[in-house]
């Protein structure tokens, strides 16, 4: 029988739910059970794909293509599990699929409501990933804040499906936020008693209340939340601000978090930690004591907002652990870079260059004065989608001497469109749809700096693109000292660039940072950081 864990969250967003679920289940995986998680996303989109990072954070990309919030990442990195499509549930998809059946006439003239016929079919979608996959525990994790209208309909379905199970198969967990007024000085617990009070009137009773606060929550804070929220003491659970996300479920689990769960759920898992939770705690330790440190200069154009690149940041923090070596990011907005002097300038003190996806004209010649720099001054570069594209429009501008060479995304005019729609996708552009997503097969030729880097000719990796290296131009490319060193399968499609002439100039159409995990870093990744400190020790 599957058991179930709904975390709700109380008072404001961005509380860290999605670390608090993703560390719940990195705990319980540790304990030897299946587990799962889920993101219901209560907005009216189907999924992320359309959504700007400036409002959303990155948009993750799972194997299946399906384009996720950045929660997903989090739990795919902290349970090492490949997630799918039917993992995010959100509100337009639900409608979607309940409309669709109405116009099919599955209802049989019904009049069709939010309960039962919503509320249904998302129980409906929580019960196929269960079932799918034979999970032990499959957490699911409420997008929003508890009294958003959005997530009535959410909250209203995991009511019924704990009717449904009954007590001791599925347990709520609220996170809150407990604040510090500066002028007291004292932990307020009045945010957290209205928002299970919120709770409590759509009938659903906390089991736990994990109190996020700058520091641990003092013992006469959690009597004061147990009483007034009616939760036994022990289930009332400090989340402080941690140093780093890894060290979360440690904290948690001191704080007794497994435990309650596994007594709630009536679970008994193997009694100590696994091999899981040993690898972990090495690669927590090593995190946490870096013996060198480097500086990476990250050349993006959502650079002022906070999560717009966290699968960087964190397939760098997993390649801190394995060198050992802290990674400083220097985020650097790419139209500051338009100065080719201050663009000098701002890269002279880093040990390499990242250069991320994305989407459209702004910024697009500052990032290409960065790719010139670090080619031209022997700087590793990492280079990723639009990234790898910016290399190859450099390369035909400044190499081959093609002053126009550009995107067709962003110069539909230019003479020289280096990066295209392929032939085949040109009459569909006007349709839409043409985006490239999700785990595609990649053959990468012997001999190859990727080669050596991935140790293999084939691999599979994550995309989401819509352009492409114009084939009319790789073979003069390929001529003039800029390599493809992997391709789709057909060949067709150019996936890793590399110059071999240089210590590390490698660019690819994919992103490897979607399926960078803690205790196994991406290779290209990897191989970036270890050029970077080859770099730094030359450069003494
Ligand atoms: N805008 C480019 C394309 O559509 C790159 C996309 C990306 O960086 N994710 O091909």
Same mark, same amino acid.
């Given at each position: 029988?599957?058991?179930?864990?709904?975390?709700?969250?109380?008072?404001?967003?961005?509380?860290?739910?999605?670390?608090?679920?993703?560390?719940?289940?990195?705990?319980?995986?540790?304990?030897?059970?299946?587990?799962?998680?889920?993101?219901?996303?209560?907005?009216?989109?189907?999924?992320?794909?359309?959504?700007?990072?400036?409002?959303?954070?990155?948009?993750?990309?799972?194997?299946?293509?399906?384009?996720?919030?950045?929660?997903?990442?989090?739990?795919?990195?902290?349970?090492?599990?490949?997630?799918?499509?039917?993992?995010?549930?959100?509100?337009?998809?639900?409608?979607?699929?309940?409309?669709?059946?109405?116009?099919?006439?599955?209802?049989?003239?019904?009049?069709?409501?939010?309960?039962?016929?919503?509320?249904?079919?998302?129980?409906?979608?929580?019960?196929?990933?269960?079932?799918?996959?034979?999970?032990?525990?499959?957490?699911?994790?409420?997008?929003?804040?508890?009294?958003?209208?959005?997530?009535?309909?959410?909250?209203?379905?995991?009511?019924?499906?704990?009717?449904?199970?009954?007590?001791?198969?599925?347990?709520?967990?609220?996170?809150?936020?407990?604040?510090?007024?500066?002028?007291?000085?004292?932990?307020?617990?009045?945010?957290?008693?209205?928002?299970?009070?919120?709770?409590?009137?759509?009938?659903?009773?906390?089991?736990?209340?994990?109190?996020?606060?700058?520091?641990?929550?003092?013992?006469?804070?959690?009597?004061?939340?147990?009483?007034?929220?009616?939760?036994?003491?022990?289930?009332?659970?400090?989340?402080?601000?941690?140093?780093?996300?890894?060290?979360?479920?440690?904290?948690?689990?001191?704080?007794?978090?497994?435990?309650?769960?596994?007594?709630?759920?009536?679970?008994?898992?193997?009694?100590?930690?696994?091999?899981?939770?040993?690898?972990?705690?090495?690669?927590?330790?090593?995190?946490?004591?870096?013996?060198?440190?480097?500086?990476?200069?990250?050349?993006?154009?959502?650079?002022?907002?906070?999560?717009?690149?966290?699968?960087?940041?964190?397939?760098?923090?997993?390649?801190?652990?394995?060198?050992?070596?802290?990674?400083?990011?220097?985020?650097?907005?790419?139209? =500051?870079?338009?100065?080719?002097?201050?663009?000098?300038? $701002? !890269?002279?003190?880093?040990? /390499? @260059?990242?250069?991320? +996806? %994305?989407?459209?004209?702004?910024?697009?010649?500052?990032?290409?004065?960065?790719?010139?720099?670090?080619?031209?001054?022997?700087?590793?570069?990492?280079?990723?989608?639009?990234?790898?594209?910016?290399?190859?429009?450099?390369?035909?501008?400044?190499?081959?001497?093609?002053?126009?060479?550009?995107?067709?995304?962003? =110069?539909?005019?230019?003479?020289?469109?280096?990066?295209? $729609? !392929?032939?085949?996708?040109? /009459? @569909?552009?006007?349709? +839409? %749809?043409?985006?490239?997503?999700?785990?595609?097969?990649?053959?990468?030729?012997?001999?190859?700096?990727?080669?050596?880097?991935?140790?293999?000719?084939?691999?599979?990796?994550?995309?989401?693109?819509?352009?492409?290296?114009?084939?009319?131009?790789?073979?003069?490319?390929?001529?003039?000292?800029?390599?493809?060193?992997?391709?789709?399968?057909?060949?067709?499609?150019?996936?890793? !660039?590399?110059?071999?002439?240089?210590?590390?100039?490698? +660019?690819?159409?994919?992103?490897?940072?979607?399926?960078?995990?803690?205790?196994?870093?991406?290779?290209?990744?990897?191989?970036?950081?270890?050029?970077?400190?080859?770099?730094?020790?030359?450069?003494?």
């Amino acid at each position: 029988m599957t058991k179930f864990i709904i975390i709700t969250g109380g008072v404001l967003s961005g509380l860290g739910k999605g670390i608090v679920t993703s560390s719940l289940g990195m705990l319980l995986k540790s304990h030897g059970f299946e587990v799962t998680a889920i993101k219901v996303d209560p907005y009216l989109n189907c999924d992320a794909g359309t959504m700007n990072p400036f409002e959303h954070g990155e948009v993750f990309v799972l194997d299946d293509g399906t384009e996720v919030d950045l929660d997903l990442g989090n739990y795919e990195r902290f349970l090492d599990i490949n997630l799918c499509g039917e993992d995010n549930i959100t509100t337009g998809k639900v409608y979607r699929s309940v409309i669709e059946k109405e116009r099919a006439g599955e209802y049989l003239g019904k009049t069709v409501q939010i309960i039962p016929h919503i509320t249904d079919e998302i129980n409906r979608r929580i019960w196929k990933v269960a079932d799918d996959i034979e999970a032990d525990i499959v957490l699911v994790e409420m997008g929003g804040t508890v009294g958003d209208i959005e997530s009535s309909p959410f909250l209203e379905a995991s009511r019924q499906l704990h009717m449904e199970v009954g007590h001791g198969n599925l347990m709520f967990i609220h996170t809150t936020l407990v604040p510090v007024l500066d002028v007291v000085g004292e932990q307020k617990t009045k945010p957290t008693q209205h928002s299970v009070k919120a709770l409590r009137s759509i009938g659903i009773e906390p089991d736990m209340i994990v109190g996020r606060s700058k520091v641990e929550l003092e013992s006469s804070t959690k009597k004061k939340i147990s009483l007034f929220c009616d939760v036994p003491e022990d289930a009332v659970i400090s989340s402080p601000n941690a140093d780093n996300i890894y060290r979360v479920p440690l904290i948690l689990h001191e704080e007794g978090l497994t435990d309650y769960v596994m007594n709630k759920l009536e679970l008994s898992g193997n009694n100590g930690f696994d091999e899981y939770m040993v690898r972990w705690k090495e690669f927590l330790n090593a995190f946490e004591n870096p013996k060198d440190k480097l500086r990476v200069a990250l050349v993006g154009k959502y650079c002022d907002l906070e999560d717009a690149y966290v699968s960087h940041e964190e397939g760098l923090n997993h390649c801190r652990a394995a060198t050992e070596t802290e990674i400083g990011i220097k985020y650097i907005e790419s139209k =500051d870079l338009e100065d080719r002097d201050n663009c000098s300038k $701002l !890269l002279s003190d880093v040990d /390499g @260059i990242l250069i991320p +996806g %994305g989407f459209g004209t702004r910024g697009i010649d500052g990032k290409i004065n960065a790719v010139e720099y670090a080619r031209t001054n022997n700087v590793p570069m990492l280079s990723i989608c639009l990234g790898f594209q910016v290399s190859v429009i450099e390369f035909a501008r400044n190499v081959l001497g093609y002053e126009d060479a550009n995107s067709s995304e962003f =110069d539909p005019k230019s003479e020289h469109q280096v990066i295209d $729609l !392929l032939p085949m996708q040109r /009459g @569909i552009d006007k349709m +839409g %749809g043409t985006m490239r997503l999700g785990s595609e097969k990649i053959l990468i030729k012997e001999g190859t700096m990727a080669h050596e880097i991935y140790g293999d000719t084939r691999i599979q990796e994550r995309h989401r693109h819509r352009y492409e290296v114009n084939l009319d131009f790789k073979e003069e490319i390929e001529k003039n000292g800029m390599i493809f060193s992997g391709t789709s399968i057909n060949k067709m499609r150019m996936e890793i !660039l590399e110059i071999p002439e240089h210590p590390f100039f490698v +660019g690819s159409q994919f992103h490897p940072e979607f399926k960078s995990r803690p205790m196994e870093p991406a290779p290209l990744f990897l191989a970036f950081v270890k050029a970077m400190l080859d770099f730094k020790e030359e450069s003494k």
